[in-house]
């Protein structure tokens, strides 16, 4: 029921495009959907903070720009003290009178390296200082732009090329690192996870986000057809699966109270979600049994935190 | 009226953040820089500074937060030393290709290993090529006129750089010395709000940041070096006016009993006032000792170098940071500088006081007796560690 209304609400969203049409993403790249569904969401009155990365990449090589919101890109492990400084300033500058008085948004964005990895010390700094601004990270799983090799948040058995399937291994040897739980850890008032492949769901919770309070953390996975070897045209359905499967659940924690947006009685197989996707083509069928077991047993965890569980 | 009073030279430097203005500080911890954040925090903790006040979780954190803050419009500070300053490298670098005005000072001290909390210049020489404007001060006076003079002059809309204030840490940040106070007022008037040519803001949406390709990248990194360079004028005019106001004038490189010195001392920082002292005592005994105290580190003074240097036969340089495998980073720029000329002096090289080792007066008079009888033997290009055991 759910899945359809979001499919026509969809056009309800704004016609405005604030990361505007041209960048140079991969075909299929449900990163850019997640970020233009972010830049709808949160309107002209923003100021963002990017790390490097894909989206860096493909919207700002000198002398052109895809962004017709004011954007600054710095360096890669420091998009959420960047993001803190643009706050500080607006604030400060605000209280002194040197610019207007009015609700700009600070929204940080980087992807799972620049979260997860290297960034997530300054993630941590500016999210315990308790700044008023909105993190946003957009997981496709691995080091994409520099040529898919693994992160912490690249999911168990995927091949990537620093986590190649050779004899002796097969593929990522660690799970998913758990960055919504780490976000959550630090008390703020908002976390989210979302999916461009549910765009109402994602655009109410960036709107959410950006209206509270202190610090807000956004999780996107990101499908990325270059990095996962899908099809382009299967990343909606990809992403979808991740959800139905439960392997990406779609839910919020509001002041440390859990809350499953979408929540399914019965799982669809992790299989449907594995087998069309060339970085777990080697999976045996233990290792997706292995997978699966595990992927149910969080994603019970996560409805017993959302008081859904028996 | 002005003030005079005997404070801690780390807190006259914090006391002029505050008349600055500043609008946004982000510091991390650092021996021997902490007292200037501790009085900082105390500042705006009492409501006597309106800013906002972080102490981050790194000196990489406190860079970007100020790069973050600089690009919106606001007026920042930070400060550190040794491997808080190795920590946030990166942005340095990134801050002064941004073009972005801001004012760090660094407390200098070694960089480990093996660990040393104490004073030398060897932080501040793996930043060298950061592309910000550097000075080093030699007194508690120097650092905190300073501090005005470098945003007056980093906000500039000729220059807009970065600005770096080093002093040697301990040697100068934790002594008493007394301080000129300048009245507020006259800051206010010499220094007034930060207004930039862009920032971050929705009414006129930038991008700042982009990545250059191969095929324009070049040209970006010319405009900064060039205008790196074609900041002098602008700097030399902003310690003119400082003169002005105070009466303190400043010069990039600025000599002490050089006039027909045959032998010249050449240094940076807190050794030109222990050095000027030696210099005294040689004159009193008749021998033609002058000496050089370089202040404007980047962009390097050539010119003003070349100019005072000219009538000199040997030059002793001494320097607080060794190039592992070549010489002091000081002597190579000046042997840099003079290698045009068709008459250059000889240069003596002493790597002394590392790791906040002390060197007194006499240190200078037996490294000048020293470095004289070596480049008259021949030796004109000597390299030596002063002092040193082994």
């Known amino acids: 029921m759910t899945e359809n209304l979001n499919v026509f609400a969809v056009r309800t969203l704004t016609q405005k495009e604030y990361f505007a049409p041209g960048h140079r993403s991969c075909q299929g790249c449900a990163e850019a959907l997640a970020v233009r569904l972010v830049a709808k969401a949160l309107g002209r009155n923003v100021i963002i903070a ?40 607006l604030k400060v500058l605000m209280r002194k009178g040197r610019i207007p008085n009015k609700k700009i948004v600070t929204l940080a964005m980087a992807g799972d390296g620049g979260t997860a990895d290297i960034g997530l010390q300054a993630l941590s700094g500016a999210l315990e200082r308790g700044h008023n601004f909105l993190y946003v990270c957009t997981d496709n799983e691995a080091y994409m732009n520099t040529g898919i090799q693994r992160s912490s948040s690249t999911p168990f058995g995927a091949s990537t090329t620093t986590s190649p399937v050779g004899r002796v291994q097969m593929g990522q040897v660690t799970w998913k690192k758990n960055m919504p739980a780490i976000a959550a850890a630090h008390n703020i008032p908002y976390v989210a996870t979302a999916c461009p492949s549910y765009p109402i769901d994602l655009v109410q919770k960036v709107k959410k986000a950006a209206n509270i309070e202190g610090p807000a953390y956004v999780h996107i996975l990101s499908v990325c057809p270059t990095g996962w070897r899908s099809i382009p045209e299967l990343s909606i359905k990809l992403g979808r699966l991740a959800v139905e499967t439960g392997i990406f659940p779609l839910y919020e924690v509001e002041k440390g109270q859990y809350r499953l947006n979408i929540d399914f009685p019965k799982l669809k197989p992790v299989k449907e979600y594995i087998r069309i996707q060339g970085r777990f083509r080697h999976l045996t069928e233990e290792m997706i049994e292995e997978i699966e077991k595990r992927v149910h047993k969080e994603y019970e965890q996560l409805r017993t935190r959302s008081g859904k569980g028996v | ?130 592309g910000w404007i550097q000075f080093f001060v030699e007194n508690g006076q120097e650092v905190y006129d300073h501090v005005f003079v470098s945003y007056r002059l980093s906000e500039d809309r000729n220059v807009l750089f970065p600005v770096i204030i080093n002093m040697d840490g301990f040697i100068l940040s934790h002594v008493i010395e007394p301080i000129q ?10 220094l007034p709000p ?69 032998t010249l001392l050449v240094t940076m920082g807190s050794f030109g006032e222990t050095a000027s002292v030696a210099v005294d005592k040689m004159r009193e005994e008749g021998r033609s000792v002058g000496l050089i105290k370089i202040r404007l580190w980047r962009p390097f003074p050539f010119e003003a170098f070349k100019l005072a240097t000219q009538h000199a036969k040997k030059l002793v340089v001494i320097d607080r940071a060794i190039s592992v495998g070549a010489c002091g980073p000081v002597a190579s ?47 004109k290009e000597g390299f030596e560690i002063y002092g040193v055991r082994g």
């Open chain 2, 333 to 379: 720029e000046v042997k840099a500088a003079l290698y045009g000329n068709d008459q250059r002096p000889s240069v003596y090289n002493f790597v002394a006081g590392i790791s906040g080792r002390d060197v007194t007066p006499s240190d200078f008079g037996k490294m000048v007796d020293k470095a004289e009888i070596e480049i008259d033997e021949g030796n």
């Open chain 1, 50 to 89: 990017a790390a490097t990365g894909c989206m860096e990449i493909v919207s700002s090589p000198l002398p052109y720009t895809s962004w017709r919101v004011p954007w600054f890109h710095v360096a890669f492990e420091n998009t959420a003290a960047v993001a803190s400084g643009i706050e500080s300033a």
């Open chain 2, 194 to 262: 930060y207004q930039p040519v862009h920032r971050l803001h929705p009414d006129h949406p930038v991008t700042m940041g982009a990545f250059a390709l191969p095929s324009i990248f070049a040209e970006t990194k010319k405009a900064q070096e060039e205008a790196l360079r074609s900041s002098m004028p602008k700097i030399t005019e902003t310690w003119k006016a400082f003169g002005e106001m105070t009466g303190r004038y400043y010069h990039p490189v600025e000599t002490y009993k050089t006039e027909d010195a045959d």
């Open chain 2, 1 to 130: 009226m002005v003030k005079r009073v005997g404070m801690e030279v780390s807190i006259a430097a914090a006391e002029a953040v505050k008349q600055a203005n500043v609008d946004v500080i982000s510091a991390y911890p650092i021996t021997p820089q902490t007292h200037i954040v501790e009085h900082l925090s105390e500042l705006v903790a009492n409501g006597e500074l309106d800013a906002e006040f972080f102490c981050v979780e790194s000196e990489h954190s406190a860079l970007s937060v100020c790069v973050g803050a600089a690009a919106t419009g606001a007026r920042t500070f930070t400060c550190t030393s040794s491997q808080g300053l190795a920590l946030m490298s990166e942005i340095t670098y990134i801050a002064s290709g941004l073009r972005l005005p801001m004012l760090m000072i660094i407390s200098n001290r070694t960089i480990s290993a093996p660990l040393s909390i104490w004073n030398d210049h060897s932080d501040t020489m793996s930043i060298r090529d950061c």
């Open chain 2, 181 to 190: 106070l300048i009245e507020q007022g006259k800051i206010d008037q010499f």
